[in-house]
């Protein structure tokens, strides 16, 4: 709290907590809001702690879902996502 009080980011004023502090996401989402997530998310200007986090997302959602990501990586090998 003093850092960002200070001016620091909150991002990086939160390096200072401790490595064992736990963090549990919940989310709730259908496919076509993950599959957005991971455009705006999975790409070099993302901060590196959230790409690393939607990565792990990515890989949940390609075993539980692989007929959809094969899809979407396919569609993303298309220029503008076009088809055909």
Not at 11 to 32: C, F, G, I, K
Not at 46 to 69: D, G, H, M, S
């Amino acid at each position: 709290d003093d850092l960002v009080r200070d001016g620091s980011r909150k991002e990086y004023a939160r390096a200072v907590l401790p490595l064992s502090t736990m963090t549990v996401y919940l989310m709730r989402v259908d496919l076509r809001e993950l599959l957005h997530i991971f455009d705006e998310r999975l790409t070099q200007r993302c901060q590196r702690e959230t790409k690393e986090v939607v990565e792990q997302i990515y890989k949940l959602t390609a075993k539980c879902f692989p007929i959809t990501i094969e899809e979407y990586e396919w569609k993303k090998g298309r220029p503008n996502g076009q088809e055909g």
